[in-house]
């Protein structure tokens, strides 16, 4: 899924940068900032609520730095529904703090029952002060209908993500969330995979490397990423 967005010709590329992922799940599994860790020595902070599968987290990715809470609005202790899938049982990675209607008459229609924990949660501006993190290249946000919620504090820190991925398929908010983040400098560039791509508009005039196809029908959509974060030329 997102780790689609990630550059399969990595040798050409020699970058470090920071990452965040927030719905990180057990950092292994369709998990986006794990190439950007394993091949491009990232710095890649990780972020998952539900105590099981955090400890998951914790054994795939001893190199990262692990963070047991939710991103929120607001901080202190929330209730968060985690998804009991039929088969994948808790590792459905459908939790949210707030399901939108139509994602949770889903959930139930494939026979999900729900799991009330509850969780420590941080806003991004307290993530970043606690967390002394001053720059961020890519920020990853899948969080099952509650990003517009998180990304309204973005407007009370100076830090700005170059690169925000965006869940979007079970957030019916995606207008406002357009809006926030365009009044926040960024532009919203492409939609991957239902992830909404935005860039700092400011760092657009750095994406004119030329883009090379990867095969006669399509182009490598990690181009964004790759030629603003790292001036690919491959």
Known sequence: ??????????QKIVATGIA????????????????????????????????SIYSKLLNNRK???NHNIGLS??????????AIHPNLKENSGNGSIKHKDYHMEKLIEIGCTFEEITIETLTISK??????????????????GYEFEILSDLKNTEVR????????QHDNQWNDILALLENLGYKYTENLHNTGIFVLTKLLPELHNPIIDVTPNSKPKINIVSNLLQNSIY
């Not at 993530?127 to 099952?144: E, H």
């Not at 993500?161 to 979007?168: E, I, N, Q």
């Open 73 to 82: 609005e607001k901080g202190g202790t929330q209730k968060f529904n985690n």
């Open 161 to 168: 993500p170059s690169v925000l991925c965006v869940g979007k």
């Open 63 to 65: 190199y990262s730095i």
């Open 20 to 51: 965040v992922e927030c719905g990180a799940f057990d950092g292994k599994t369709e998990s986006t900032c794990l190439f950007f860790e394993e091949s491009l020595g990232w710095l890649v902070h990780n972020i998952e609520p539900v105590p």
């Open 1 to 10: 899924r997102q780790r689609q967005m990630c550059i399969r010709d990595s």
């Open 127 to 144: 993530f970043f002060l606690i967390n002394q993190i001053k720059t961020v290249d890519l920020f990853i946000l899948d969080v099952a």
